[in-house]
């Protein structure tokens, strides 16, 4: 497993774009050392018009090498636009539904809470009317 650590053997970058383990982006490191551009021990000289026009050969080389990498990066900055626009609508969404769960939690909580009045009160009432039912009888009983 890559670390996402750049180093000599991993020229390459891992940036997790999501919440799963395979969710990552690689990013591959151009290597702009004049080296890697030119080659290893390379004389630029004027001296001569075969040498300059070799040296020209060379600066088309690198212009159009590191034309190349800011391709590849504008094309890495895209992507990684999208998927960061794609996250926080993910983000955006779950808070929603999250927020709509929670209201219909209460709604339900509300509904119970009332019947429960009602029925208290229906309780009472029942009672109340049970009673003075009896205290009447009572009294045509007495009387």
Do not use: W
């Not at 670390?3 to 395979?22: I, V």
């Not at 769960?101 to 229906?122: G, K, R, Y």
């Amino acid at each position: 497993m890559h670390s996402g650590l750049s180093t000599t053997e991993n020229p390459f970058l891992y940036l997790r774009t999501g919440p799963f383990c395979g969710n990552r982006f690689r990013i591959d490191y151009a290597d702009m050392r004049t080296s890697a551009v030119f080659g290893e021990n390379v004389v630029v000289s004027v001296m001569s018009q075969k040498d300059a026009d070799e040296a020209m050969l060379l600066c088309d080389r690198t212009i159009d090498y590191v034309s190349k990498q800011r391709v590849r990066y504008g094309a890495y900055q895209n992507a990684l636009e999208h998927l960061y626009n794609a996250n926080a609508n993910t983000s955006e969404n779950t808070t929603a539904a999250d927020s709509r769960l929670a209201d219909a939690d209460i709604a339900t909580e509300m509904v119970e809470f009332s019947c429960t009045q009602i029925l208290e009160q229906m309780n009472h009432t029942v009672m109340s009317q049970a009673n003075a039912a009896n205290q009447t009888a009572l009294k045509l009983l007495e009387g």
